[in-house]
Each structure stands twice: as structure tokens, then as C-alpha cells.
């Protein structure tokens, strides 16, 4: 096997079920709970018009601005995927564009992730496709290759393993590894159950603040009582 140039079969993935339990759960109360290590760097934003991303990732390493490997994703994506492109977040050239999505939608692609640049924007954000993107640019991309399908690839540090959770909102992305679903499920959702508590705390004027000044206390900060 040559490296840098391979398509490989994904051997496991998340399943169903583990997709639709982590569904409503913000990415903000996921990140927390995996300690605010992981994240697919704020470049990426997503150009859709509403939605979450959510699926299990069919990992994608191209150089930049050449899509052949992202098409042989698309070839071997089943209902649900999430195509989790590696493009070094080069942004001179567009990976995917409006035909490339519509293929997507037909083969029941559940979002795409380009670290690199998409076109077509106008169609994207019209739509309620999920597409995240570091960037737009008019310019098309080449087809000759190297790349990789389905090898475990890094988005700003962000280690994503083929059949990895990936999910995406607005505050952005990130990679729940496989082995680690059932634990950060339920510290994320106790974590936003918590949060939820709070914000109805806060409606009926019961919001405690005294761990603010107790902080302060803590580091000795001038001004504060007991400081």
C-alpha cells in the first residue's frame, strides 16, 4: 500500500442509535465534557441554512485543492455518513460544489465537513444541507490525486477515526470517538440537564452567585470581602 494514496473499507461506526441520542445535544455541553480538548477549529462554520450535522464519519485526506478521493467517498457513502474531508484547509480551490451536494442528498449523505473551500453558496445557504467549511471560492478543483479514504485524519487538532460521531451546530464541530460514546453521552446529557436547570433558575430570580466572589476570594483578589 502506497502512502498517501489509498481507499480503505471503514471496519466499524457508531450506530443508530447513538446518533439519535446525541441529536439534541448542543456541542458546547460535548465539548465541555470531554474537557474542551476537541474541536474542529473555529474556521469551520456552517454554510447551511439550519440543521445539525450528526453521523458517523467516513474520513476523507486529499491534497489541497484536488477532489478525486472526495468523489470515491461519495461513491462508497451509505445512508446516514457524514464525509469528513482533510484538505489542509487550503482555500484556493473549491472541493465540492452544487452538483457534488445534490449526489450527496440522493445517496442519503447526512453532511459533508471540508477543511478547505466549497462554491456554490448561494445553493448552500439556501438549503438545509449541513455543509462545514473553512472558506468560499469560485475556483474549481483538480482530479488527479494522491489522497486517502477512510484513515484516521486531524481537523486543527481534532483526531477523527473513521466511524467517529461527528457532530456539528452552530458553535461548530466535534468528534466523539467510537469507544467513548456511551460515557460522554451521559456526561453530556447530565450537563445539559444541569443547564437546563439553571436557565429556569434564572427565569425565577433563584440564580446563585456566590461562587463568583468565592473565586476571587480564592486567588486573593483586592476589593473583594475576605479577600
Not at 440543521?51 to 446516514?80: E, Q
Request: glycine share 12%.
Amino acid at each position: 500500500m502506497m502512502t498517501g494514496l489509498c481507499v480503505k473499507q471503514r471496519e466499524s461506526a457508531v450506530s443508530l442509535a447513538d446518533v439519535e441520542r446525541f441529536r439534541t445535544l448542543p456541542v458546547a455541553n460535548i465539548s465541555d465534557v470531554m474537557s474542551r480538548m476537541s474541536a474542529g477549529g473555529a474556521r469551520l462554520r456552517p454554510l447551511h441554512r439550519e440543521g445539525v450535522l450528526i453521523g458517523p464519519a467516513l474520513t476523507v485526506r486529499t491534497r489541497p485543492g484536488d477532489n478525486l478521493m472526495v468523489h470515491k467517498a461519495l461513491d462508497m457513502a451509505v445512508p446516514g455518513d457524514v464525509i469528513v474531508v482533510d484538505a489542509g484547509g487550503d482555500l484556493t480551490n473549491a472541493l465540492i460544489g452544487e452538483l457534488m451536494i445534490a449526489y450527496a442528498r440522493y445517496k442519503g449523505v447526512a453532511g459533508i465537513v471540508i477543511n478547505g473551500a466549497v462554491r456554490d453558496y448561494a445553493a448552500i445557504s439556501e438549503g438545509n444541507f449541513p455543509i462545514f467549511a473553512a472558506g468560499v471560492t469560485h475556483r474549481g478543483p483538480y482530479k488527479d490525486g494522491p489522497g486517502e479514504v477512510n484513515v484516521p485524519i486531524s481537523l486543527d487538532g481534532m483526531v477523527i477515526h473513521p466511524g467517529d460521531l461527528m457532530v456539528g451546530d452552530l458553535d461548530g464541530l466535534v468528534a466523539v470517538p467510537q469507544d467513548e460514546v456511551d460515557a460522554i453521552y451521559r456526561a453530556a446529557s447530565a450537563k445539559h440537564q444541569a443547564e437546563e436547570a439553571q436557565l429556569a433558575a434564572i427565569a425565577r430570580g433563584e440564580n446563585q452567585r456566590a461562587w463568583v466572589d468565592k473565586a476571587l476570594r480564592a486567588i486573593n483578589c483586592p476589593g473583594v470581602e475576605g479577600a
